[in-house]
Structure formats: C-alpha cells, structure tokens
C-alpha cells in the first residue's frame, strides 16, 4: 500500500513562475517529512524537510507546507529555474520506523525558459 | 569527496549468479539504509542498520538478499541466484541518528539481470 502519494507524475513551468509539488500521505503516525531532488543516474539529493509540530519550513527558494488535518504537504519553488528540472520525491517517516522512509513516486518537474 | 559512496556503478549479471555490492556511508553517521528503486517509483526500503546491527528488514527482502555492516563502516548487499525481477537501482543512504532523519544518497549501483 502507498502511504506516501504523488498523483502528479508530471509539471511543467515557465522559468521565473513558482513551481507547486503536492504530496499526500495516509499514516497518521508520520511526523517529518522531507523532500528530494533526483537527477538522472544520480542518488536523490536531500532537499528540505519539516516536522509535524511545524506548518511551514523555508529554505530560499524552497517552502514546505505542511497541512496536518488535510494529511496534506506541498513544495513551493520561487523562483522556478532551470536547473530544477528533476523528479522530486516526497518521503515522510514515522518514531516507529527507526527513520526508514517512505517515498511517493515522484514528480518530474520540467522548468522552461 | 566526503559523501555516500557505493560500487559499483552498474553491474550486468545473467540470471543465477550472485552479486555483491558495496556501500561506504559518510563517516560519522551511524545508521546506514538500503533501498531499491525500479522504474516509475519512489525508493523502497530494504533494511537497516545502526552501527553493526541490523535493526530492521522489509518483507521484498527475501532470502536470497543478504546485507552486512562489519564494525559499522561499510556494507555489503548481496544477492544470490539473481531473477530478472532484481533488475532495479539500488540506493544506500546514511544518517546521524541524533540529528533527525535527513538520509543522504549514494549515487546508486543500477543491476541488470540478463
């Protein structure tokens, strides 16, 4: 069973624009969640993460939204460029789960000039 | 270079041979992962260890998979009698268990069983 969700394979955005990522999880007993970048024939590469007891978490150009109640966290990207172009991963973990992750199946985002 | 390493690169077997692979994780983290990533999906977790302990193992784990941790540095993913349904990525990734769960990747080692 998927616990993490990713509905969106797929996201194409104009450079300059903001890049939204969604992701949706079932166990409520997740309490970080964490993003990653993966370029082709590369390891994913940790992006930013947020605990449960936070509701958003910024990195410069990278914000994380958590919605707790809506088991629900999105990636924003402002702004978007180029060189974002990859699949990202959403993973979330749980105290039980010695930090094993578990990951949706990845959005390929296309950032255009 | 002090990131995760792992070796090698690719490896193209024939089906019933076994296969090794190798992780070295960044130096001071004391939990070491491995995970298996096909096509169109997200990584999936194979087993865990802190320091040279094996703490945890997933059901896709069967038992022709092995893994290892001698004196919690490097580790060692086996697999014996390798199917073509082994084909996959497959991931190392560490972490300082006392900071968080930020894991950090290793480049990957991509099997082909032939």
């Known amino acids: 069973d998927q616990q993490v969700k990713q509905n969106s394979p797929s996201l194409s955005v104009q450079e300059g624009r903001i890049s939204i990522l969604n992701c949706d999880y079932t166990n409520s007993m997740f309490d970080y969640f964490l993003w990653y970048k993966k370029y082709p024939a590369e390891g994913p590469t940790f992006l930013i993460s947020?605990?449960?007891?936070?509701d958003k978490n910024e990195d410069g150009r990278f914000t994380v939204f958590l919605n707790k109640s809506a088991k629900h966290l999105s990636l924003h990207i402002v702004p978007s460029q180029p060189g974002d172009s990859a699949v990202y991963f959403c993973?979330?973990?749980?105290?039980?789960?010695?930090?094993?992750?578990?990951f949706g199946r990845g959005t390929q985002l296309t950032v255009w000039p | 270079d002090t990131g995760v390493s792992q070796n090698p690169r690719h490896k193209i077997t024939k089906r019933g041979q076994n296969v090794t692979f190798r992780c070295d994780p960044i130096s001071e983290h004391n939990r070491l992962y491995w995970y298996r990533q096909t096509l169109g999906q997200g990584p999936e977790f194979l087993t865990y260890f802190q320091n040279e302990a094996q703490l945890e193992k997933s059901r896709l784990l069967s038992d022709r998979f092995s893994a290892e941790r001698p004196k919690g540095s490097f580790s060692t993913l086996e697999i014996q009698r390798t199917e073509q349904g082994d084909s996959a990525m497959y991931l190392c990734a560490s972490s300082l268990g006392t900071t968080g769960y930020e894991q950090y990747f290793g480049p990957g080692t991509r099997l082909t069983v032939t």
């Open positions: 947020i605990s449960s007891i936070k």
């Open positions: 993973a979330a973990s749980a105290p039980s789960t010695l930090g094993r992750l578990y």
